[in-house]
T-cell receptor, first 115, second 116 residues
């Protein structure tokens, strides 16, 4: 079993819809949670990060972490065709202050926003 | 451009040849990471440097792989005697702990390797 599980999709929604992307994980030591966006043949681009359970909002994006359920989500409001990409959840056991922050990635969910 | 840069962007080689990739991190970032990403998968950690010291290597990094960061700035990843299974995107990321930052990793565009 992988440490981080993510539905690969593809997920196709109409423009303007709310998108929900999710990951589950098995390692309770994970404490730093991230979402990256990756366009085709490009490197991953950091969207959001958070340490704690709860919600964090940034514009149209909201990241949610539930450590008790080992479940994280990314919500995209008012989705746009430019949001079409692969979304990777990612997490690590350290915040980085004392040791390396090796990131464990999900396999990515391919998202398509239809105009 | 002040982001992470990687060269070459694409490399096609024949099985058995050696290849070398270069990564230039964000200026003054003291940590540098290498990841490998295959089609339909997320990136997988290969190795990590803090300044010029290589502090961790994944079991994915076989003896044919070697990485260096000689002056604590740019890094190279060399693959000797390439195999078709080495075909992947090789990603570099950098981060910094300066100023109480969170070691957030910023990725380069990657080098796509195709072994024929």
């Amino acid at each position: 079993q992988k440490e981080v599980e993510q539905d690969p999709g593809p997920l196709s929604v109409p423009e303007g819809a709310i998108v929900s992307l999710n990951c589950t994980y098995s390692n309770s030591a994970f404490q730093y949670f991230m979402w990256y966006r990756q366009y085709s043949r490009k490197g991953p681009e950091l969207l959001m990060y958070t340490y704690s359970s709860g919600n964090k909002e940034d514009g149209r994006f909201t990241a949610q972490v539930d450590k008790s359920s080992k479940y994280i989500s990314l919500f995209i409001r008012d989705s746009q065709p430019s949001d079409s990409a692969t979304y990777l959840c990612a997490m690590s056991t350290h915040t980085g202050y004392s040791s390396a922050s090796k990131i464990i990635f999900g396999s990515g969910t391919r998202l398509s926003i239809r105009p | 451009d002040t982001g992470v840069s990687q060269n070459p962007r694409h490399k096609i080689t024949k099985r058995g040849q050696n290849v070398t990739f270069r990564c230039d991190p964000i200026s003054e970032h003291n940590r540098l990471y290498w990841y490998r990403q295959t089609l339909g998968q997320g990136p997988e950690f290969l190795t990590y440097f803090q300044n010029e010291a290589q502090l961790e290597k994944s079991r994915l990094l076989s003896d044919r792989f070697s990485a260096e960061r000689p002056k604590g700035s740019f890094s190279t990843l060399e693959i000797q005697r390439t195999e078709q299974g080495d075909s992947a995107m090789y990603l570099c990321a950098s981060s910094s702990l300066a100023g109480g930052s969170t070691d957030t990793q910023y990725f380069g565009p990657g080098t796509r390797l195709t072994v024929l």
